[in-house]
């Protein structure tokens, strides 16, 4: 069992207002099987005792008893005697839950629901994959490096921390955004999968325990998996509950620390200025690593908008590493990323990856720098772009899908849809039969819940957004008139 376990007032606190339901004890049930499916509530974690539960909610202990007992019925708890109880899931779940050790297959998931099932199919709309095309200046970035390039030609091509010219333009970005960073500070690697792995590799151990957010990018899951971590996952779909995160990294003894603040990938949220000082405040009283992910921190759909500080500024010990990219904002074929680190961390990540890839492509590099010299015109319209389709998408779904929920986001690229039936991937399924694939909320996390939640990216035209909702309605009204589907029945 976890060591993991929740108070009562923090359990009454993630309940919120329960419907005044009759029985209430099946109302408080249904509330807390809820936390447990869109992941607010991990697996496995103890939960408070009846008597303590039920004082901070206000009710009898007979009540909390009640619905104690009805979780257990339908599975969603587990209890064992002078153990307590903690939370599960039921068998029909769990065979779609993947273990968070290295004995998981690698990229089950995605052979499942990436690009390996997305074939060149004449017609077939891609809503799995999250990158826009190239920005119009492109080109002209492109002719500018290659005219660039035979002032790199005269020696080894290799640079293992990358060019200096664009690790100065990285650290200046860094500064202007109030974090002072020099070149020496950065690592330029070959796209942010790439510096994350890199980071992992070198800073975790096999068996270590690492925090995830539920839901998060898929492919840091599997790199982690790939290592043998133990995964430690915190629930997001609400936004940072920086108290229960403090809690889940002292009691899982967690080590290093992997956090989406920007535009979270899949959900959207931007996490505020309050809640990133403390999540480094915690990290710092856990000893832990704090790897923060800002593959989306330059998509706000305002440009002129506020911007809320990097995590790295609320840093004074060097715990927060940052991992950047180009591929969200300038184009997913420049395989370029970076690491922000301490000098001394970005020393070691040097020689690490060395064995590996050596060095990123220089002409990669170089169009990306000539990009960062003209970023505000390349964010200016990556900004319309995306805001047209994520209105255009939001339209479609009110229309063809109004039981569905979404919170419109501020950034990004993508909305994270929560139906109201667990069926996002026998919804997956029936929408690539019908020409169209999305990616079921499953995938998004460590241990099998979000079934009612599917990730739709808005980086398509919108007359293609508008025919993938209509393809997408017409599957997810197959599914729901579909029986539900039951355990089979063991013969031996």
Not at 120 to 145: H, K, R, S
Not at 197 to 222: C, D, F, I, N
Not at 358 to 370: C, K, N, T
Request: aromatic share 6%; net charge neutral.
């Amino acid at each position: 069992m976890s060591t993991r376990y929740v108070s009562g007032q923090q359990l009454a606190r993630l309940l919120g207002e329960i419907p005044p339901e009759r029985p209430f004890y099946a109302a408080l049930a249904r509330a807390v099987r809820a936390l447990v499916l869109d992941g607010r509530l991990p697996l496995r974690i103890r939960l408070p005792a009846e008597r303590d539960l039920a004082a901070a909610l206000g009710v009898s202990r007979t009540t909390v008893t009640a619905a104690y007992d009805r979780l257990r019925d339908e599975g969603y708890v587990e209890s064992r005697q002078g153990a307590g109880s903690w939370t599960a899931l039921p068998p029909t779940n769990m065979a779609m839950v993947p273990s968070d050790r290295a004995d998981a297959r690698p990229g089950a998931d995605r052979e499942r629901f990436g690009r390996a099932h997305a074939p060149d199919t004449p017609g077939l709309i891609d809503l799995g994959c999250a990158t826009p095309a190239a920005p119009a200046v492109f080109e002209e970035a492109v002719a500018a490096a290659v005219a660039e390039l035979p002032r790199h030609t005269g020696g080894p091509g290799y640079e293992p921390a990358g060019l200096a010219g664009l690790r100065e333009l990285i650290a200046a970005r860094y500064a202007e955004r109030g974090v002072p960073t020099r070149p020496d500070q950065i690592v330029v690697t070959t796209g942010a999968q790439h510096a994350f792995t890199l980071l992992t590799q070198t800073m975790v151990e096999p068996g270590a325990p690492v925090m995830v957010e539920r839901p998060t990018y898929p492919h840091a899951l599997s790199a982690l998996r790939r290592l043998g971590a133990r995964l430690v996952p915190v629930g997001v779909n609400e936004g940072w509950d920086v108290e229960l995160i403090a809690g889940s990294m002292r009691q899982a003894a967690v080590r290093v620390a992997y956090t989406i603040p920007d535009f979270h990938n899949p959900t959207g949220l931007n996490m505020a200025a309050d809640d990133r000082a403390a999540l480094v405040e915690a990290a710092r009283h856990a000893d832990a690593l704090l790897v923060a992910d800002e593959t989306f921190a330059e998509l706000a759909h305002d440009p002129a908008a506020p911007r809320v500080p990097p995590m790295a500024a609320f840093d004074t010990g060097g715990r927060v590493v940052t991992v950047g990219s180009a591929s969200k904002l300038m184009w997913g074929g420049l395989r370029v990323g970076w690491i922000r680190a301490t000098a001394p961390l970005a020393r070691r990540l040097t020689v690490a990856r060395e064995p590996l890839d050596i060095a990123s492509p220089v002409v990669d590099q170089l169009i990306v720098r000539e990009l960062l010299l003209r970023v505000e015109e390349v964010r200016a319209q990556r900004a319309a772009d995306l805001l047209r389709g994520r209105d255009v998408l939001a339209a479609a779904l009110r229309e063809r899908l109004p039981s569905w929920d979404f919170v419109l986001p501020e950034g990004g690229m993508s909305v994270w849809a929560r139906m109201e039936a667990p069926v996002a991937t026998a919804l997956s399924e029936a929408a690539q039969r019908r020409g169209v694939r999305v990616v079921p909320g499953p995938v998004f996390g460590a241990d099998g819940v979000l079934e009612d939640y599917v990730r739709l990216p808005y980086v398509l035209p919108p007359d293609t957004l508008r025919e993938a909702v209509a393809r997408l309605a017409a599957a997810y009204q197959e599914v729901r008139a579909a029986p539900a589907a039951r355990p089979l029945p063991a013969y031996v």
